[in-house]
């Protein structure tokens, strides 16, 4: 199989080099990111292929994961399942032409932080890369043990139980219950949310938030009117009551 190849750059990580693992096997793509990652100051490691970058993946642990889906041994969506059960706390950007609504759903699902449609601007992935690292260490500052009312949210692992069963939720849902639930009795607004369980260059409505909180409310059985875990405080944002 292919080796990996390292682009030996620095960039300061919580106190060391940053590594970013890209699994591409177009060099249209490959060879401007390698350039652009490189100037930015990162560490790449770079695969072509699923299995040499799960192989990377456990021999460098890198910082984070840019994933292609349409790869030419195991499906990308395969990779990211595997690496999201392997390395639950890794960011995961996916790089990818299928575009449709019910692909970034899917792809969303497979654990993916964020999905980049093909073709993209180096300068926008440059910017969603420094976000994900950035809400990556705010996550590593939030409490390994969360508890609040019947629900229990461990950060290393990434799961989530209510009263003892486990729940099943998205890598956004997860990231907002355990932000939410990091501060109980504290207001997180609005803008504070998207910027740090998006990011803050979310350029979309803040209606995907409401969205997220309604679903997150349903899978905790906190549906009830009004609800009693996560309270809105209107014109403000929400907080947790646990």
Known sequence: MRAARDLAVTVAY???????????DDERISEPLLRVLGGEGYEVVHT?????GLQALEARSPDLLLLDLTLPD??????C???REDRPELPIIMLTARAEEMDIIVGLGAGADDYVPKPFRLAELVARIKARLRVAQVAQQIPRELTGGPLRVNTESRR?????????????EFDLLALLM??????FTREQIMATVWDENYWGSTRT???HISTLRRKIGDDSDPPTLIVTVRGVGFRFEG
């Open 182 to 187: 990091s501060k109980p009795d504290a207001t």
């Open 14 to 24: 919580d106190g060391r080099v940053t590594t970013i693992l890209l699994v591409e």
């Open 74 to 79: 195991i499906d990308g969506l395969d990779v």
């Open 48 to 52: 072509s292929t699923g299995g040499d």
């Open 81 to 83: 399942r595997k690496v």
């Open 209 to 211: 938030l409401d969205t």
């Open 160 to 172: 989530a139980y209510l009263n003892g069963d486990e729940l099943e939720l998205t890598s956004k």
